[in-house]
Nanobody, 123 residues
Framework: QRHVVQSGGGLVQPGGSLRLSCTAS????????IAWFRQAPGKEREALSC????????TYSDSVKGRFIVSRDKAKNTVHLQMDRLKPEDTALYYC????????????????WGQGTQVTVSS
C-alpha cells in the first residue's frame, strides 16, 4: 500500500530552523513529484515547494524562497524540507504530498498525502 509519512516539526523561536521529512512507502520518491504545502488557521492550503526528477530544479513559493530548501535522500526514500530563518507567519500545519512524475500546483492532482505536522514559530 502506497503512502507517505511525515516527521519533524514542532515549536521554534523566530529566526530558528526546523527540518520536516516525508518518507514514502510502497513507491520510490525518484519516480514521483513530492510537494510541500501548508495551511494556517482560516487560510487556504498553500503550495510551498516541489521536487521531481522530471520537473527540473525544485520550485518554491515567493513566501519561502531563499529560506526553505527541499532535498531528496533516495537511499532513505525520503524528501526533506529544511526551513531556516523561520518567521511567526510560517506557523501552520505542513503537509507533504506525492504525485507520479511531474510537479503540479493543483492540490487535487496529488495522490498521496502525509498526515500533517504542526510548525509553530513563536517566542
Amino acid at each position: 500500500q502506497r503512502h507517505v509519512v511525515q516527521s519533524g516539526g514542532g515549536l521554534v523561536q523566530p529566526g530558528g530552523s526546523l527540518r520536516l521529512s516525508c518518507t514514502a512507502s510502497g513507491f520510490t520518491v525518484d519516480g514521483y513529484a513530492i510537494a510541500w504545502f501548508r495551511q494556517a488557521p482560516g487560510k487556504e492550503r498553500e503550495a510551498l515547494s516541489c521536487i521531481s526528477d522530471k520537473s527540473g530544479n525544485p520550485t518554491y513559493s515567493d513566501s519561502v524562497k531563499g529560506r526553505f530548501i527541499v532535498s531528496r535522500d533516495k537511499a532513505k526514500n525520503t524528501v526533506h524540507l529544511q526551513m531556516d530563518r523561520l518567521k511567526p507567519e510560517d506557523t501552520a500545519l505542513y503537509y507533504c504530498a506525492a504525485v507520479l512524475l511531474y510537479c503540479t500546483p493543483k492540490r487535487s492532482d496529488y495522490d498521496y498525502w502525509g498526515q500533517g505536522t504542526q510548525v509553530t514559530v513563536s517566542s
